[in-house]
């Protein structure tokens, strides 16, 4: 789960070959089903619920010429952003996956003055919020990410944080989140064919084999 493998609309996979190229990598690697995660952004790439729904859709018929179209499932990872705050008070429909789990994420630096109230909002409405990559947060502690599930939230960690991909206080804290058993799943993030490539070097680390003993959610999906 978590990836940006729909060609041309984010700044994960760019053509139709690239997505291909990354998915057989992915298929190499022993994945069996991706759910890929476009980016809703309200200041980048333009995307909404519709048009993502409408680029998978368009995406589709290469799928099935590959024999493909039951491997890649499309939800979004959402960005937490105005847009976003006034689609959930507005009960408007979102793309999840799994049992109506969404995919979100928040800016890095500081924590949203409403991020609560929006978890609380998120729930009231038997969304299963999931916050993507907790580790790279710099308002992220193990403290706030225990709160966090406390309201509900579940905590996706990238894979490529255990390799020290995004430098080493983000595979610190991804590290520390699994030692305290506060993950609950792991997402690739993966965006194009070098993060396809260095992960499988995440598969040799003791943190992924320890996250591996959690009850994760990637298992149900
Ligand atoms: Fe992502």
Do not use: W
């Amino acid at each position: 789960m978590h990836s940006h493998l729909i060609p041309g609309i984010d700044d994960g996979v760019k053509t139709v070959e690239e997505a291909f190229h990354v998915i057989d990598q992915l298929l190499g690697l022993g994945y069996t089903k991706l759910i890929t995660t476009p980016h809703i952004m309200t200041d980048y790439y333009g995307n909404t619920g519709t048009s993502v729904s409408a680029a998978y859709q368009d995406f589709l018929p290469h799928l099935e010429s590959k024999g493909y179209s039951r491997i890649l499932e499309c939800a979004a990872e959402y960005y937490m952003d105005d847009t976003l705050v006034e689609l959930v008070s507005r009960k408007e429909p979102l793309l999840t996956f799994g049992t109506k789990h969404i995919l979100f994420e928040t800016n890095v630096i500081s924590e949203p003055l409403n991020l609560k109230e929006f978890i609380f909002a998120l729930t009231l409405q038997g969304y299963k919020p999931i916050m993507a990559h907790p580790e790279r947060y710099q308002f992220m502690s193990v403290d706030k990410a225990e709160d966090l599930r406390n309201r509900g939230v579940l905590m996706q960690i990238n894979m490529l944080s255990l390799i020290g991909y995004y430098g080493p206080p983000i595979q610190r804290m991804a590290e520390k989140l699994i030692q305290h058993g506060l993950v609950d799943a792991l997402g690739s993030d993966c965006h194009n064919g070098d993060h396809a490539l260095v992960l499988k070097n995440v598969l040799r680390t003791s943190a992924y084999r320890k996250a591996m003993e959690l009850p994760l959610l990637n298992h149900t999906l």
